[in-house]
């Protein structure tokens, strides 16, 4: 694409007004929602045998521990891992309702 065809792409986005207030302006990079996929933006199930518990700490020097899943994205294949923490920054146990869905944020798996 030549240079200044980009430049006037640019300039195009920066002179669009901006949506309603709260909202990005379009074109901004956008925070992966939870329950997709970071690199291609498809939806991700938790998949309940591929996961297990862990223990730790916060940065402050609390207790940290919860589950975590692994899964393969459905369209792009990335391998991805999500971490949950059941300690708030009391170190007490949060008290979730029975049933209750953690929000997953996959991240890209080390592994």
Not at 33 to 57: D, F, K, L, N
Request: hydrophobic share 30%; charged share 25%; with cysteine.
């Amino acid at each position: 694409m030549p240079d200044d065809l980009e430049q006037l792409a640019a300039d195009l986005l920066l002179a669009e007004p901006d949506g309603p207030p709260g909202e990005p302006k379009r074109g901004a990079p956008q925070p992966t929602p939870p329950h997709t996929c970071p690199e291609c933006g498809e939806p991700v199930a938790r998949i309940p045998e591929s996961g297990g518990m862990w223990s730790g700490c916060k940065a402050s020097g609390g207790i940290a521990g919860g589950a975590w899943w692994c899964a393969e994205c459905g369209r792009c294949g990335a391998r991805l891992q999500a971490y949950w923490d059941v300690f708030g920054e009391d170190a007490e146990v949060i008290q979730f309702p029975n049933e209750y869905e953690p929000e997953l944020v996959w991240s890209r798996s080390r592994d």
